[in-house]
């Protein structure tokens, strides 16, 4: 049996904090090239939930790593065993404080103290929805991911969503690619960039890319929900790539930086990870013609993780009725609250 120690990451943040809102309206000014939309921080109320689930779906956990900017839910049991209550100022460095932007707090995460070398980063978005086993993260020492590779599924540039992550995974793609050839990486591990995990369109899409003899990766198949790493990963990319990475922690978002997928990507390029075919993996964008998949997702049996992600498409006006819908569905599904409560 595998007596893995496997920690959880988890980051919030309280936009209703009057603190962070005065913080947030003097350093955000009138910088105009910053990435300062609402959806970024909208606080829907739903955290509890997520305790809950990790509480009922993941008792085997380690620890779990609360990261704030300071100011932690009011309803948060802090003496509790497996608790770690994590503030930016303990692993950022202080010149980058405060920040406002999730891509500073996600490429420090290594520099958490006490976090175990394996552990699972979440955003407060992403739910367990099933019970899950530690080896639905990691086997043999690695983290299980699917490196399906991407050729058809270009990124486009938008001016309307121009902070979305499509010039960050094209980023990141391009300094593995500094780091790597595939070829060289694809001789040490057949089993991992050809084999049946992939699915049928992966291995064509391996085999194609082979074939033509790309001496690159072009990009992966994204996956906005939970991810599981190796510390030691974070610390060789930071080796490899101080500046760039120290370049990418700003106080608000920009349009092109190196992201968290970056360390995925290098955990991949590394073949530090075990091969498998991720099932019962949802994303939803939370908007008002989502409302009755999002509930259905939620109740769904075979959906072991689910992401309800913010975005622009969700109006102020939409905000209200269906925050009120996801609080009374996950009230039904996690009526009784957790030990991480008061």
Same mark, same amino acid.
């Given at each position: 049996?595998?007596?893995?120690?496997?920690?959880?990451?988890?980051?919030?943040?309280?936009?209703?904090?009057?603190?962070?809102?005065?913080?947030?309206?003097?350093?955000?000014?009138?910088?105009?090239?910053?990435?300062?939309?609402?959806?970024?921080? /909208?606080? #829907?109320?739903?955290? %509890?939930?997520? $305790?809950?689930? =990790?509480?009922?779906?993941?008792?085997?956990?380690?620890?779990? *790593?609360?990261?704030?900017?300071?100011?932690?839910?009011?309803?948060?049991?802090?003496?509790?065993?497996?608790?770690?209550?994590?503030?930016?100022?303990?692993?950022?460095?202080?010149?980058?404080?405060?920040?406002?932007?999730?891509?500073?707090?996600?490429?420090?995460?290594?520099?958490?103290?006490?976090?175990?070398?394996?552990?699972?980063?979440?955003?407060?978005?992403?739910?367990?929805?099933?019970?899950?086993?530690?080896?639905?993260?990691?086997?043999?020492?690695?983290?299980?991911?699917?490196?399906?590779?991407?050729?058809?599924?270009?990124?486009?540039?938008?001016?309307?969503?121009?902070?979305?992550?499509?010039?960050?995974?094209?980023?990141?793609?391009?300094?593995?690619?500094?780091?790597?050839?595939?070829?060289?990486?694809?001789?040490?591990?057949? /089993?991992? #960039?050809?084999?049946? %995990?992939?699915? $049928?369109?992966? =291995?064509?899409?391996?085999?194609?890319?082979?074939?033509?003899? *790309?001496?690159?990766?072009?990009?992966?198949?994204?996956?906005?929900?939970?991810?599981?790493?190796?510390?030691?990963?974070?610390?060789?990319?930071?080796?490899?790539?101080?500046?760039?990475?120290?370049?990418?922690?700003?106080?608000?978002?920009?349009?092109?930086?190196?992201?968290?997928?970056?360390?995925?990507?290098?955990?991949?390029?590394?073949?530090?990870?075990?091969?498998?075919?991720?099932?019962?993996?949802?994303?939803?964008?939370?908007?008002?013609?989502?409302?009755?998949?999002?509930?259905?997702?939620?109740?769904?049996?075979?959906?072991?993780?689910?992401?309800?992600?913010?975005?622009?498409?969700?109006?102020?006006?939409?905000?209200?009725?269906?925050?009120?819908?996801?609080?009374?569905?996950?009230?039904?599904?996690?009526?009784?609250?957790?030990?991480?409560?008061?």
């Amino acid at each position: 049996m595998d007596n893995t120690k496997i920690d959880f990451v988890v980051t919030w943040l309280d936009s209703n904090d009057p603190e962070w809102q005065k913080d947030y309206s003097r350093y955000k000014g009138d910088d105009s090239q910053a990435d300062t939309g609402r959806a970024r921080f /909208r606080e #829907w109320d739903l955290f %509890h939930f997520w $305790f809950r689930a =990790v509480e009922q779906y993941a008792p085997w956990v380690n620890k779990v *790593f609360l990261v704030t900017n300071g100011t932690f839910p009011k309803w948060i049991n802090p003496n509790h065993p497996k608790l770690v209550l994590v503030k930016h100022e303990d692993y950022i460095p202080h010149e980058l404080l405060p920040t406002f932007n999730s891509r500073t707090i996600e490429l420090y995460m290594h520099k958490i103290p006490g976090l175990s070398e394996h552990f699972v980063y979440f955003n407060d978005d992403c739910y367990l929805n099933q019970p899950v086993k530690p080896s639905y993260y990691f086997r043999k020492g690695l983290p299980c991911d699917r490196n399906k590779e991407t050729v058809f599924n270009v990124a486009r540039y938008t001016p309307e969503d121009r902070y979305n992550t499509f010039l960050s995974l094209l980023a990141s793609v391009s300094v593995v690619n500094g780091h790597f050839r595939r070829p060289a990486v694809i001789s040490k591990s057949l /089993r991992r #960039w050809f084999g049946p %995990h992939l699915g $049928f369109s992966g =291995v064509l899409i391996s085999l194609l890319v082979t074939c033509y003899r *790309f001496e690159r990766f072009v990009g992966f198949k994204t996956r906005h929900v939970e991810q599981p790493y190796l510390k030691t990963i974070f610390e060789d990319a930071w080796k490899a790539e101080p500046e760039l990475l120290r370049s990418s922690c700003t106080r608000f978002r920009e349009e092109s930086s190196l992201t968290i997928y970056f360390f995925r990507y290098w955990q991949f390029a590394s073949n530090k990870f075990y091969p498998v075919n991720l099932h019962g993996i949802n994303k939803i964008q939370i908007r008002k013609e989502n409302v009755h998949r999002m509930a259905e997702a939620l109740h769904n049996k075979k959906t072991k993780s689910l992401c309800l992600n913010d975005c622009h498409f969700c109006t102020d006006n939409d905000f209200v009725p269906i925050q009120r819908v996801l609080k009374e569905e996950f009230e039904k599904k996690f009526p009784v609250k957790s030990a991480y409560e008061l």
